[in-house]
Nanobody
Framework: QVQVVESGGGLVQAGGSLRLSCTVP????????MGWFRQTPGKEREGVAA????????DYADSVKGRFTISRDNPKTTLYLQMNSPKAEESAMYYC???????????????WGQGTQVTVSS
């Protein structure tokens, strides 16, 4: 079992910025692909961004390309999601996960955090 802990959610204005953080044990951070996902009530969980440890590959949902950035701080074993210019419709519970591979498909990820709520006001 891998413990995944997200933080950084909250209220942000549309067009503003917010950074989410996710910490995992060092052994998981170097051994797994890491990703961000989001879900709203009544909808399926969708991939936002993912990052591979092995080849540096990053994958983004088309809807966030150019606005969101996934990054890793290896010494801190922390994954980030920098959200720039978020939109009101992107309000959701955001989840961090560790898994086998990129792309950012939920089925590729095995270990999940509890989520952090992001609310974007218009």
């Amino acid at each position: 079992q891998v413990q995944v802990v997200e933080s950084g959610g909250g209220l942000v204005q549309a067009g503003g910025s917010l950074r989410l953080s996710c910490t995992v044990p060092a052994s998981a951070f170097v051994g797994y692909a890491m990703g961000w996902f989001r879900q709203t009530p009544g909808k399926e969980r969708e991939g936002v961004a993912a990052s591979s440890t092995f080849n540096g590959r990053k994958d983004y949902a088309d809807s966030v390309k150019g606005r969101f950035t996934i990054s890793r701080d290896n010494p801190k074993t922390t994954l980030y999601l920098q959200m720039n210019s978020p939109k009101a419709e992107e309000s959701a519970m955001y989840y961090c996960a560790a898994g086998n591979r990129v792309p950012c498909l939920p089925a590729n990820f095995e270990y999940w955090g509890q989520g952090t709520q992001v609310t974007v006001s218009s």
